[in-house]
């Protein structure tokens, strides 16, 4: 067998004739036939390419298991930080890192028969997980008879689709363990949620997770109403469009193009904001916090509009020191932390405005600090409007720990360069022994963490662009003794007078 290094070695030749192939193309002489062989053999390459990465995965896990064992970690502590490990390794989230992590145990040590048909090809790694995840209420002597029936004979896999297969694999485990089953759909039904998620265009995907009576039930009566709406010509669109608005009703009593009492995370800047359409700057993308997602200007003068009509206007205090010679401000409408008592309440305005200001050099938010182990509301709001989403390269879950980069412990500082927002599962992850995290900051003075996982791997992440950021924002910025003195007055002029402007603006439509 050969050795990882000589492994790597080979894997750097085939990467590096792929990547020509993939940039260059084939010869126009070839033959489609050839095309289509070369299609298949890569989709085969790429199955035995994750059957290897599951071996490797398992051993990884064994030998870690080992290594945090002699070192006295206690038990229930034992294993952490591997699944973070493996998701740094193949760029991707924490949570698809633990999963993956789960795969490749079960493959590993108990279903031989399902590596086999991926390492060959037979099967691709959906294929393998839709495997797991069926048979993962049996016990290890009944999967092992499940995956010998479903997988024993890798040919009579061919043509089988991801419900097909699906569904044989559940055949077999009813034949083998029925009460399994049953037990894991009564847990299922305890795992029962509601999660939102970012769509393209604006759009959202609002998931309900229930059990499967009460999910057709819902499903029947959203469909009913848009029925209804349809036949007496109220519905605004089609019957997709007629079932969204029902339901959209149904839970927040309001009909879709009323607005909504429920505050958005929206930052902007000034320019972006209040300044006449075709000025430098004026269209830069927003970021809406609550879906970590950028959208058009335009679109968010539209919903700063909307929240705005009929409702006055709340101003929160600033974040950050003023500069006035700096490239301008942000306005975040936060729905986080409760205001101070110089702030209008949020729930009393229809749009709640907070100034925060980006450094001149690098383009981050003004630094805070505190003397405080844990870091005060503001400072952790200006956290979070850095950060945007969890810090950790790869992945972008929203931040629900302010976290010290050096800890406290070791003497870390309570300041904007040495925090950093992250998931719950990033920041356990790093608690693991052989994890250590130390901030930089560029010649250019962009903030930088560099993390080092016990395998000696370092990874470094910056902070995201917030808008008005962007290398060709920068520059645009002072460029012009025009659109400098505007920006001048913008973060000069009080707040009064910016509530003036909303005003005057309310009450007539704002530009599109």
Same mark, same amino acid.
């Given at each position: 067998?050969?050795?990882?290094?000589?492994?790597?070695?080979r894997?750097?030749?085939?990467?590096?004739?792929?990547?020509?192939?993939?940039?260059?193309?084939?010869?126009?002489?070839?033959?489609?036939?050839?095309r289509?062989?070369?299609?298949? /053999?890569?989709?085969?390459?790429?199955?035995?390419?994750?059957?290897a990465?599951?071996?490797?995965?398992?051993?990884?896990?064994?030998?870690?298991?080992a290594?945090?064992?002699?070192a006295?970690?206690?038990?229930?502590r #034992? !294993?952490r930080?591997?699944?973070a490990?493996?998701?740094?390794?193949?760029?991707? $989230?924490?949570h698809? !890192?633990?999963?993956?992590?789960?795969?490749?145990?079960?493959?590993?040590?108990?279903m031989p028969?399902?590596?086999?048909?991926?390492?060959?090809?037979?099967?691709?790694?959906?294929?393998?997980?839709?495997?797991?995840?069926? $048979?993962?209420?049996?016990?290890?002597?009944?999967?092992?008879?499940?995956?010998?029936?479903?997988?024993?004979?890798?040919a009579?896999l061919?043509?089988?689709?991801?419900?097909?297969?699906a569904?044989?694999?559940?055949?077999?485990?009813?034949?083998?363990?029925?009460?399994?089953? =049953?037990?894991?759909?009564r847990?299922?039904?305890?795992?029962?949620?509601?999660?939102?998620?970012?769509?393209p265009?604006?759009?959202?995907?609002?998931?309900?997770?229930?059990?499967m009576?009460t999910?057709?039930?819902?499903?029947?009566?959203?469909?009913?109403?848009a029925?209804?709406?349809?036949?007496?010509g109220?519905?605004?669109?089609?019957?997709?469009?007629?079932?969204?608005?029902s339901?959209?009703?149904?839970?927040?009593?309001?009909?879709?193009?009323?607005?909504v009492a429920?505050? =958005?995370?929206?930052?902007?800047?000034?320019?972006a904001?209040?300044?006449?359409?075709?000025?430098?700057?004026?269209?830069?993308?927003?970021?809406?916090?609550?879906?970590?997602?950028?959208?058009p200007?335009?679109?968010a003068r539209?919903?700063?509009?909307h929240?705005c009509? !009929?409702?006055? =206007?709340g101003?929160?205090?600033?974040?950050?020191?003023?500069?006035?010679?700096?490239?301008?401000?942000?306005?975040?409408?936060?729905?986080?932390e *409760?205001?101070?008592?110089?702030?209008?309440?949020?729930?009393?305005?229809?749009a709640?405005?907070?100034?925060l200001?980006?450094?001149p /050099?690098? !383009?981050?938010?003004a630094?805070?600090?505190?003397?405080a182990?844990?870091?005060? /509301?503001?400072?952790a709001?200006l956290?979070?409007y850095?950060?945007?989403? #969890?810090?950790t390269?790869? #992945?972008?879950?929203?931040?629900?720990h302010?976290?010290?980069?050096?800890p406290a412990? /070791?003497?870390g500082?309570?300041?904007a $360069?040495?925090?950093?927002?992250l998931c719950?599962?990033?920041?356990?992850?790093?608690?693991?022994?052989?994890?250590?995290?130390?901030?930089?900051?560029?010649?250019e003075?962009?903030?930088?963490? *560099?993390?080092r996982?016990p395998?000696g791997?370092?990874?470094?992440?910056?902070?995201?662009?917030?808008?008005?950021?962007t290398p060709?924002?920068q520059?645009?910025?002072?460029?012009?003794?025009?659109?400098?003195?505007l920006?001048?007055?913008q973060?000069?002029?009080?707040?009064?007078a910016?509530?003036l402007?909303?005003?005057?603006?309310?009450?007539?439509?704002?530009?599109?």
């Amino acid at each position: 067998m050969s050795g990882i290094n000589e492994v790597l070695a080979r894997v750097g030749e085939l990467r590096e004739l792929l990547a020509r192939l993939a940039t260059d193309g084939t010869p126009a002489t070839e033959p489609d036939d050839r095309r289509i062989n070369l299609i298949a /053999a890569l989709e085969e390459l790429t199955s035995s390419a994750n059957a290897a990465q599951a071996r490797a995965t398992a051993e990884l896990a064994a030998s870690q298991h080992a290594q945090q064992r002699a070192a006295g970690v206690p038990a229930d502590r #034992c !294993g952490r930080g591997i699944a973070a490990q493996i998701a740094l390794a193949r760029r991707t $989230s924490p949570h698809r !890192g633990g999963q993956l992590l789960g795969i490749a145990r079960a493959l590993s040590d108990e279903m031989p028969h399902t590596m086999r048909a991926l390492a060959t090809g037979a099967i691709n790694e959906w294929r393998a997980t839709i495997l797991v995840r069926e $048979s993962a209420c049996l016990s290890v002597e009944a999967r092992t008879i499940l995956d010998e029936e479903v997988c024993g004979d890798p040919a009579a896999l061919t043509g089988l689709g991801v419900r097909a297969i699906a569904a044989r694999a559940r055949r077999v485990s009813a034949r083998l363990d029925a009460a399994a089953l =049953v037990a894991r759909a009564r847990k299922a039904e305890s795992e029962r949620c509601v999660t939102l998620r970012p769509a393209p265009d604006q759009m959202v995907y609002l998931t309900a997770l229930l059990p499967m009576k009460t999910g057709i039930a819902a499903y029947a009566a959203v469909k009913r109403l848009a029925e209804q709406a349809v036949a007496t010509g109220s519905a605004a669109g089609g019957l997709g469009a007629a079932m969204a608005d029902s339901l959209v009703h149904r839970l927040t009593g309001r009909e879709p193009a009323d607005p909504v009492a429920v505050q =958005v995370g929206l930052v902007m800047t000034e320019t972006a904001l209040l300044a006449p359409a075709g000025t430098p700057g004026a269209e830069e993308p927003a970021w809406v916090e609550d879906v970590a997602m950028p959208v058009p200007a335009a679109w968010a003068r539209e919903l700063v509009a909307h929240a705005c009509a !009929g409702d006055r =206007v709340g101003w929160g205090s600033r974040e950050g020191p003023s500069n006035r010679d700096g490239p301008g401000g942000r306005n975040g409408l936060s729905r986080r932390e *409760e205001p101070s008592n110089s702030e209008a309440p949020p729930e009393e305005c229809g749009a709640f405005l907070r100034r925060l200001f980006l450094d001149p /050099a690098s !383009g981050g938010l003004a630094a805070m600090e505190s003397r405080a182990r844990t870091a005060p /509301a503001g400072l952790a709001r200006l956290i979070r409007y850095r950060d945007l989403t #969890c810090a950790t390269p790869w #992945c972008d879950a929203p931040i629900r720990h302010i976290d010290h980069v050096v800890p406290a412990a /070791a003497g870390g500082a309570t300041t904007a $360069s040495n925090l950093q927002g992250l998931c719950e599962a990033c920041n356990y992850a790093k608690q693991a022994p052989g994890w250590t995290q130390r901030p930089d900051v560029t010649k250019e003075g962009t903030r930088l963490v *560099e993390t080092r996982t016990p395998t000696g791997h370092r990874y470094v992440s910056a902070p995201s662009r917030l808008p008005g950021s962007t290398p060709a924002t920068q520059r645009r910025r002072g460029s012009d003794p025009t659109e400098r003195r505007l920006t001048e007055v913008q973060l000069s002029q009080t707040l009064s007078a910016l509530e003036l402007y909303l005003s005057a603006a309310l009450a007539h439509p704002m530009r599109q």
